[in-house]
C-alpha cells in the first residue's frame, strides 16, 4: 500500500491470528494529515476490497 500509493502511514497496532489454517489479522494504522495523500490510501483499500473502518481515539 505504501509503495503503491507513495504515502507513508504510521502503524499503530498489528495482530494476526490463524483460524482455521487461514492466516487473519487486523491492524490500525494513522493517516497522513493531507486530506489527497488520505484519499489515495482510502481509494487503494477500496480497489484491493480490503475492509477498513475509521477509529476513533476513545475507540482505542
Do not use: S, W
Not at 504515502?7 to 486530506?35: C, K, S, W
Amino acid at each position: 500500500m505504501i509503495l503503491a500509493c507513495k504515502v507513508p502511514v504510521n502503524i499503530m497496532h498489528a495482530e494476526t491470528r490463524d483460524i482455521g489454517g487461514t492466516a487473519m489479522g487486523q491492524m490500525v494504522i494513522q493517516l497522513p494529515e493531507e486530506e489527497i495523500d488520505q484519499n489515495r490510501i482510502l481509494n487503494y483499500l477500496k480497489t484491493a476490497n480490503i475492509n477498513f473502518e475509521e477509529v476513533k481515539d476513545y475507540d482505542l
